[in-house]
Structures are given as structure tokens and as C-alpha cells.
């Protein structure tokens, strides 16, 4: 795919969460203590000439584990290294959290680098608006089953409905584009089976998605993004300067 990309004229390429091992459950002994996966990727930045956010794989460091993702630039420099810091419930058993954002500068903007389920943490995106953050990239795990009592019992798409809706309120409310992107096809962790989202999307202020992968199956796509219209959702919604007031709500009397 890196090589795909390449020839394609892509100058990032984004790879989904758990992308080496997939969840690695009980074999901890997957775990990446030499930095191999890391890398296996700054080789085939330079060797292509092309960003690539690493997606994300299980690295032990000082017996600790961390869901680590990795920006390489085209030139096999790391830009960036991220720890998943809002863990979903069943990493917790084994994984630390992260203890920030990794936000950075990179040819093409101020980028930050989140995890699956960071998506659903609105402080998260406040802190980038802060930083003027352009582009967010969010690497992605995410199955139909997450919700397993919402999706038997009220709406079996109601993590596609989710997905979409955190996708399009962050890229609003951090300004920035937002690349996310999700694994497909299906799971087994012991006996728990699962069927990933993918619903791999790009996602903006004003427009919403501007390219989705509405299944989940294994697919690429490239597509070109105009940081512009960021200017114009700043010069009109105005939240970087609000977020700066200080607000004094009149009392009432009920």
C-alpha cells in the first residue's frame, strides 16, 4: 500500500489502529520491545519518500505497554510518537494510558495524532484548537459490537451513526480536517467475535465528509484536501477567539 500510495503521488499515507498484530489480547509476547515495527516504517518512508502515520501496534518499554503510534516524515525522520491515552475498557487491563497530545508541525500544517476512542473526548479537541491544529489523523479500531447492548437491542448501526457524528463535530469544533481511519473486516479475541466499522473517512468544517468509505472491507483511497476553507470556518464561527472570553451568566431567580 505504502508503495500504492506512492506511485499514486500521495504525499501521507494513514494505516488503521492494531495494524501489525491486531489486538493482542493475552499474547503480551507480541509486544514490541526493539522497535522493530517503528522501524519497519522509517524504512519505508525513506525508501518511498512519503509521510506515513504508522497507525498503531502494542510497544513495551521499561515492562510497561503502550498502544503507540508513530508520524514518519518522507525523509524517515519521527516527527511525532503518541500513546493512546483514552484506553476503550478492555485495553485497560494491560495497556497504560498516554499522558498527552503529540501535536506537531509538518509541511502541511500543525498535525496531531489521536487513537480510536480519544475521539470520543471533546477536551482533546479544545487543547488543538488551542494549538491550531490543522489536520488530525486517528487511527481506528472500532466494531459494530462496541455498543453490543446498544447494537442488539435499539440500532444495530449506532456505531456507524457514532463514528460519523464525533468525526464531523471534531473537525468542527478543533477546526482542522480530520483523516480517519478504520479497520475492516472481522475479529476474534478467545471467544468474542466482532465485525469492524471501517466507514474510513475524511471529514471538514462546512462540508462534512468529503470522502467515505461507506463498508468494511480493506480499500484505499487517495484524496487532495484544501487547508483554505480553515481560514474562512475561523473568520466565521469564531472559536478560537470565544474560547479566550470569560463568560459571566446573568443569575436568575426560578
Not at 6 to 25: L, R, T, Y
Not at 75 to 100: C, N
Not at 239 to 252: E, I, N, W
Request: with cysteine; aromatic share 12%; net charge positive.
Amino acid at each position: 500500500y505504502v508503495a500504492k500510495a506512492s506511485k499514486q503521488k500521495a504525499h501521507v499515507i494513514i494505516f488503521p489502529e492494531d495494524c501489525i498484530e491486531g489486538v493482542i489480547g493475552k499474547r503480551l509476547d507480541l509486544a514490541d520491545s526493539k522497535f522493530k515495527n517503528r522501524n519497519f516504517f522509517i524504512t519505508l518512508a525513506k525508501k518511498y519518500k512519503i509521510d506515513i502515520i504508522t497507525a498503531s501496534f502494542i510497544e513495551k518499554e521499561k515492562e510497561k505497554l503502550w498502544n503507540t503510534s508513530y508520524y514518519i516524515d518522507s525523509t524517515g525522520r519521527v516527527k511525532a510518537r503518541y500513546r493512546k491515552m483514552r484506553l476503550w475498557h478492555p485495553e485497560k487491563k494491560y495497556i497504560k494510558p498516554g499522558k498527552k497530545l503529540a501535536i506537531f508541525k509538518t509541511k502541511y500544517g500543525m498535525a496531531v495524532m489521536i487513537i480510536c476512542w480519544d475521539l470520543a473526548f471533546g477536551e482533546l479537541f479544545r487543547e488543538m484548537l488551542k494549538k491550531r491544529v490543522k489536520i488530525i489523523y486517528c487511527p481506528s479500531y472500532w466494531t459494530y459490537e462496541d455498543a453490543w447492548r446498544g447494537n442488539k437491542k435499539w440500532n444495530k448501526n449506532a456505531e456507524i451513526l457514532l463514528t460519523n457524528t464525533l468525526c464531523q463535530t471534531r473537525a468542527f469544533e478543533a477546526n482542522a480536517a480530520l483523516v480517519y481511519c478504520n479497520a475492516g473486516g472481522t475479529l476474534k479475541i478467545g471467544k468474542w467475535k466482532g465485525t469492524l466499522l471501517g466507514n474510513s473517512q475524511i471529514t471538514f468544517p462546512y462540508l462534512g465528509a468529503i470522502k467515505i468509505l461507506s463498508h468494511n472491507k480493506e480499500e484505499m483511497f487517495v484524496k487532495e484536501i484544501n487547508l483554505d476553507l480553515l481560514k474562512d470556518s475561523e473568520k466565521d464561527y469564531k472559536l478560537r477567539q470565544d474560547m479566550f472570553k470569560t463568560y459571566h451568566p446573568a443569575s436568575s431567580n426560578l
